[in-house]
């Protein structure tokens, strides 16, 4: 939490050379490789997760995600679809299918995905919390149809609910609650509120939250363009030597394919992913 990658990794070294089957350790040096771009090696992580605990949903995860950060869509969303079918309540899940689909602005994905959610996965009365979600999915399509109204005044309403005090401790559906200001930032972008996505990214990574790593620089569903393009987005990014050994970093793991990503003139890289048993790094 401070990005003291080096440390970290050195700690995270130590504690699986005592324990090789240590969850918390695998996991999390698992989300720090990839945060760093280095999906590869995360893979090697999530593999050993499912082999050493098939049961606990929100480690399961670790599967569908980085196989998307090494652009098999295909794979996760084939994942993430078996989790949905077996929690189809699980709050955390739902959110976070409905920003991988709102981060591609796939706008056909999302309806898809709302429609079975509600039709197939409930029959048309899906429990209110999950309704509400819905919801908040049928927003962030208007959105991405070209009507986002309806998704900022959501959002305007949950960061002055944030700075009211209300969500500010803890975890809510699983996640930190500074990682709501990453998910507020990308619902601001893509919902063309180019401001406000840049005050609440900055206000996520003062708070060091990195919470969704394909949305970083170079990452393989990056802001949208018009974000990107602007100025004061290139300045949250240089604002401070940690921001800027990042980007260094996640630059240099999509140079060397160990990630899916965009290089800086705009070409997509997708590394090759090894069967399960080999060494991706040799």
């Keep these: 939490f401070e990005w003291r990658w080096e440390d970290a990794e050195t700690t995270f070294r130590r504690a699986l050379a005592i324990d090789p089957n240590h969850l918390e350790a695998l996991w999390g040096y698992g989300h720090q490789l990839g945060t760093l771009g280095r999906a590869l090696e995360h893979l090697e992580h999530a ?79 899906p429990p209110p919390p999950v309704a509400g979600l819905l919801e908040r999915a049928q927003a962030g399509l208007e959105a991405l149809r070209g009507e986002p109204a309806r998704l900022i005044a959501m959002v305007d309403k949950d960061v002055a609910a944030y700075d009211a005090g209300g969500a500010q401790a803890g975890t809510q559906q699983g996640r930190a609650s500074v990682d709501f200001l990453f998910i507020y930032a990308m619902e601001y972008a893509w919902a ?87 060494n991706p790094r040799g």
């Design 192 to 278: 063309g509120a180019i401001g406000p996505a840049i005050r609440m990214l900055d206000r996520a990574l003062a708070g060091r939250s990195v919470y969704w790593p394909a949305s970083l620089p170079f990452g393989c569903a990056h802001f949208p363009q018009a974000l990107r393009a602007d100025p004061r987005y290139v300045a949250v990014w240089r604002s401070e030597p940690k921001r800027q050994e990042l980007v260094s970093l996640r630059l240099d793991s999509v140079r060397r394919r160990q990630t899916a990503g965009y290089l800086p003139d705009g070409r997509r890289v997708t590394p090759v992913i090894p069967k399960e048993g080999s």
């Design 47 to 125: 593999r050993a997760i499912m082999r050493l605990d098939p049961e606990t949903l929100w480690r399961r995860l670790d599967m569908p995600r980085v196989l998307y950060l090494l652009g098999d869509r295909q794979g996760a969303m084939a994942r993430y679809r078996a989790e949905l079918a077996a929690a189809a309540d699980n709050l955390f899940l739902l959110r976070e299918l409905y920003f991988v689909c709102l981060t591609e602005s796939d706008a056909a994905g999302l309806a898809a995905h709302i429609g079975h959610v509600r039709d197939e996965l409930w029959n048309g009365k």
